[in-house]
C-alpha cells in the first residue's frame, strides 16, 4: 500500500485498487500552529466553516513529506506515512486486539506482579494486551490497604460509581440480601446487566482469603458463544435475537434493562454476554419459539456451567482479579466460614478507563 | 386483551389473535415464599434446573387470579392482570415516555422549583417525566453550596465519574487546555463523543453567574436529525451509516470512539447524536462518497448553529440544568469577564439512575 501523487490529487494504492483521496479529507487535517492546538492536537477551527468546494492547486513531495497548497490559500506539511496509518486503522477496532479463545485448559495463565508506578511502565501496557486477549488479568503482591481497590481503579481510568457506592464488600455477612455476601457457591453470571450501560470491566481485590474453598471460577462467554454458533445455530441464532428482561428492585431503585443473551454488533460479530440466571424475564412469544427460546438457555447454562469452560483458581490475599464484565462470566466455589475469613472488594470500571491506558501506554512506549 | 383459559392452557387473546401462554413461561414466574424473594423480587432458584417440558394439570380462576398447578407438583397464584401488564410493557421502550420534539419556540419552558428531599417527591417524577419528554430540564432555587452537584447526582443515581474527576468547574481561567474555560462562545456539541460508553446526562449547576451573556443554547438533537431525515434523506442515509473516529488527546490518556453522527437503534429509531467538529475524523472513503458525507455534515452542522432550533436562556445562581447527553446539544454565547464572574460545576450520571429513579417513583406513587 502506498501514497501516489498526480495532476495535484492524491491517491492510496492498495495493489489492485487506487483510489483518490479527498482534497477535504487532507485540507481538514491542516496541522499548523494556528490551526491545531500543539498539546491536545484538537482543531482550533470548525471543519463545517470551511468551503466544500477545495482542491489542491499544487504539491510538492520531499521524501515521503506531503507539502499541500489548497485553493483557499492554505498549505501544509504531512507524512504520507501519517494518511497510510490512518487509513489501516480506520475500521479496526479502536484496539485491535484479537480476543483469543480459552476453556479450561487455560488453567495455567500467567499473573502478573503488581510493582511501584505500575500504572505508567511497560507491564502495564502488556498487561492490558493480554486483559484484551483472553478477558481477564490477575495481579500479585499488590498491598491489602483497605479501598485500595479505588485508587488502582483511578489510576488506570475511572472507577465507575452505582447505586452500591464506589465499591462493594464481597463477605459474608448476616442476613445478607444478595447471595454474593454468603459463604454459597455462585455460578457463573455477568454483572449488573439490568445496568444501562452494563459496567464493562470488573476489578476484585483479595484482602484476606484463608478458608480451603471459595476459589474463583471464570467462563469464557466468547467461546461458548461460538461454541453455539458452530454447534447449535438454531440456539445461537434465538439467543443473539430474543431480548430479555433483567430487573433489580431495591428500596428506592428500580433497575431494568433489555438485551439478548448474546449480544452482536452491527457485522453480526460478538459483542457482550450478559447471564444471570434469576433476573432475567423471557417475554411472550409464540409458544414454539418460546420452546426453542427455552431449550437455548438451558444449553448455554449447561456449557457456562460445564467444568471443560471453566477456569477455577484461588485468589489469595493481594491478588487483583480484573476482567471483562462483557464478555466473562465469574463465580466463586463454596467454603467454610468457620475456618476462617474470606474478604474481597470489588468496583466498576469501563473501556475507555482501559483503551484510554493502553493506547497511551502505545504511544509513550513507541509500540 | 384478555387472558382465557382453555383445556388446562392460558391464552392470551387480543381481539383478532388467540396465542397460548408457553407453561414454562408461567412456571418461571412461581411466586411462592420460597422460590422469590419477598424483598428484592430475585428468584431463589435457577430456572435453568427445571425440566423443560412442564405443562399444567390443572387451573382454578377465582375472580381473575389464576392457580395453577404443575406436572413438576408446584404451583402457585398470579394474577391475569400481572400477565397482561407484563404483556403490554414488553416491547416497550423500558420508560415508554414519547420524546417531544421542539425548537427555538420551546424557549418558554417549564421550571421546577428545588425543595428539601425533593428526590423522593411526586415533583421529581414530574421533573423526570419532563426530562425524557425534552431531553433537559431546569431546577431554580438550588442551594450554591460548593460540590452540591455530586450530591445532587448521587441523589437520583450515581455520578460517572471521568479523568477529569467527579465534576468539572466552568470557569474562564488563564491558559485554559478547552474552550470551555474560557469566556468564548461554545457552538453547539455533544459532550464526550470519544468515551465508550459516552455519559448519558449532563447536570450543570450554576454558582454564580453576574456578567450579561454566557447564555447557555440548547439544540434537540432529535429534531435536526428528523428533519434532515424528512428533507435529505440522502443526508440522513450516510451520516447515520459513516462512523467517524472522536479522538481526546492527553499527557495520560488517548481516548477513542468510532461512532455515527446518528446512531440509530436496531429498528432504525433515532438513538443518540454525537457532534463536536473539532475532534472528529471522518474515514477515507471513495471521492464520491465523502463529497456527500461532508455536505451532509454541513447540513446537519447548519440546522445545530441555526437560530430556528436553538433555546437560549441564562442559568442564574442556585438554577442546576440536566440535559440528555445523547439527544441533546448544548453551548453558550460569550460573555465579558470584566463585567463579573461566571462559576458553573459540571458532572454526569447515566441512564439507569434516571431510568431506576423514575420507575422508583412510579412504584412508590402508583402512577
Redesign the interface.
Known sequence: MKIEIDSKKVF?NSGNNK????P??LR?RINNEDALDK??????????SIN?NIYIEKIENEDGLLNLFFNDGTNYKIKEDQ?LN??KS??LD?ISIDKIKWDSNFNNFQKFKFENDIF?KKIMYDLLVSFYKYGFVVLTNVTTEDNFIIKFA?SI???????FGEFFNVRSVPNP??LAYTSLAL?PHTDNP????VP?VQLLHCITNNVSGGNSTLVDGYTVSEKIKEDYPEYYEILSSVKV?F????K???????SELIKLDEKNNFKQVRFS???D???????SK??LF??A??KI??LYNSDKYKVEFKLETGDLLMMDNHRLLHGRTKYDVNEGDRYLQGCYI????T???L??L??KFNL
Chains 1, 2 share one sequence.
Not at 475511572?158 to 447505586?163: E, G, L, Q
Not at 424475564?281 to 409458544?287: D, F, N, V, W
Request: negative net charge; charged residues 35%; contains cysteine.
Open positions: 492510496i483510489e483518490e483521496i479527498h477535504f479529507w481538514e498539546g491536545n492536537q484538537q482543531r482550533l477551527f470548525d471543519p463545517n466544500t494518511i490512518e487509513y480506520q475500521n479502536p505508567e483511578n481510568g475511572s472507577v465507575r460509581r452505582t447505586n440480601n444478595d455460578s439490568y445496568r444501562k450501560p464493562c428482561k430487573k433489580f428492585i431495591d428506592t431503585v428500580v433497575l431494568e434493562d433489555m440466571p434469576r433476573l424475564y423471557a417475554p411472550i412469544l409464540e409458544k418460546l420452546d427455552y431449550k438457555r438451558n447454562s449447561e469501563d473501556f475507555d478507563s483503551e484510554g491506558k493506547r497511551h502505545k504511544r
